[in-house]
C-alpha cells in the first residue's frame, strides 16, 4: 500500500493541506483556544494512551486474566491506540500552527488507517457480543468452542474486515485529479472531505463509500442486535441470582457498543445531510476520534471486579519489587 501511496504521490507534487477549522474553538467559546484545546486534547491523549496500555499489559501478565473475553478486550484496547495515535497527534500540532501541511502519500495513508482501524473496532466488538451469547446461552459448551484456534479466527476475521471495508473506496479516491487549493477543513484527512476537493465527478465515490460503510455499521450492529436478543431470552428463564450475575457480565459491552454506534450513526449522518452545520460536523468528528478510545477502559475496568484485582495485584508486584531495591545490605565491620 506504501508503495502505491508514493506512486501516485510522485505522479501528483500537489500537497493537501491540512488546515484547522477556526470556528471550532470559537464556537466552545475559548478566545485561547491554545491555552485551553491544547492541553485537554493533550491530556485525552494520555489517558488514552495510559488506560488501554494497562488493559494490554494486565491481560498479558495476568494468569487469571486468561479467558477469551480479555483477550478480545486487550485486542480492542490495541485497535483503540492505533486509531488514536492516527489522528490526534495531528490535531495538536494543528493547534501550534495555523496551517498544515501534509503529502499525498500521507494524507491517503492516514485516511484508510483511520477508516479501518475504526471498523475493526466494531469487527472486535461483535466478536465480544459473540462471545457473550456463547457463555451465556451455551455455557457448557463454551470451553470446547472457544479454543484458542477459534479465538484467532475470530480476531484475525474483525481485523481482515477492518482492513477490507475501505479499501475499494481508497483505491477509487486514489487517481483522482486534484487542481487546488486543496485545503482540507477537518481534522484529519477524512474521505467525504478530502474526495470534495477532486476536480471530477466524484458521484461513484460517494456511492461506493457510503454502501460500504453502510455494510460495516448494519453487518455489525444486526450481529450484535441478534446476539443480544438471543441472550435477553436466555437470561429470562435464569433465576434472579443468575440473572443479575449474567446481566453484568455483559453491561460494560452494551455501553461501549453504544456509544461506539451512536457516534459512528452521528457522524455518517452528518455528511450526508447537505443542510448539517459544518461547525457541529466537526465537533462530532472530534468527539467520535476521542470518545470512545478514551471512555472504553473506564468502563470495562470500573465495572469489572475481574480487573480491578488484576491492578491492585500488578501494583502491589510493582510495590513489593520497589521495596526489595531499596533494602540494602548490612556492611560488615
Request: charged share 15%; with cysteine.
Amino acid at each position: 500500500l506504501l508503495i502505491i501511496f508514493q506512486r501516485f504521490s510522485i505522479q501528483s507534487k500537489k500537497l493537501i493541506i491540512f488546515k484547522w477549522s477556526l470556528i471550532f474553538p470559537e464556537l466552545c467559546g475559548f478566545k485561547e483556544r491554545k491555552l485551553i484545546l491544547f492541553p485537554l486534547f493533550l491530556i485525552m491523549y494520555i489517558l488514552i494512551l495510559v488506560g488501554n496500555s494497562m488493559i494490554i499489559y494486565l491481560v498479558r501478565t495476568d494468569a487469571k486474566l486468561n479467558s477469551p473475553m480479555y483477550f478480545f478486550l486487550h485486542n480492542l484496547s490495541f485497535s483503540d491506540i492505533i486509531y488514536t495515535t492516527t489522528t490526534v497527534p495531528n490535531m495538536l500540532s494543528g493547534f501550534l500552527v495555523e496551517v498544515k501541511t501534509i503529502s499525498k502519500a500521507g494524507c491517503f495513508t492516514q485516511m484508510y488507517v483511520f477508516l479501518s482501524m475504526g471498523t475493526t473496532g466494531r469487527g472486535l466488538l461483535t466478536v465480544m457480543a459473540f462471545d457473550r451469547y456463547l457463555a451465556i446461552c451455551n455455557p457448557l459448551r463454551y470451553t470446547s468452542v472457544m479454543t484458542w484456534k477459534a479465538r484467532y479466527l475470530l480476531i484475525l476475521s474483525a481485523w481482515a474486515f477492518g482492513w477490507f471495508i475501505p479499501f475499494k473506496a481508497l483505491m477509487l479516491a486514489l487517481p483522482l485529479p486534484f487542481c487546488g487549493p486543496n485545503i482540507v477543513k477537518h481534522i484529519l484527512c477524512d474521505h467525504t472531505s478530502v474526495v470534495r476537493l477532486a476536480c471530477t465527478d466524484i458521484t461513484i465515490n460517494g456511492v461506493v463509500a457510503l454502501t460500504f460503510a453502510l455494510i460495516a455499521l448494519i453487518s455489525t450492529f444486526l450481529l450484535i442486535l441478534t446476539s443480544y436478543i438471543l441472550i435477553g431470552k436466555a437470561i429470562s428463564k435464569m433465576g434472579s441470582v443468575e440473572r443479575r450475575k449474567a446481566a453484568a457480565t455483559c453491561v460494560s459491552h452494551l455501553i461501549v457498543v453504544t456509544i461506539s454506534f451512536s457516534c459512528a450513526t452521528c457522524v455518517y449522518i452528518s455528511y450526508r445531510v447537505p443542510s448539517f452545520d459544518a461547525e457541529a460536523r466537526l465537533i462530532i468528528a472530534v468527539l467520535y476520534s476521542v470518545l470512545t478510545p478514551l471512555l472504553n477502559p473506564f468502563i470495562y475496568s470500573l465495572r469489572n471486579k475481574e480487573l480491578q484485582d488484576a491492578m491492585k495485584r500488578a501494583f502491589c508486584r510493582s510495590t513489593s519489587g520497589s521495596s526489595m531495591a531499596r533494602k540494602t545490605v548490612p556492611s560488615v565491620s
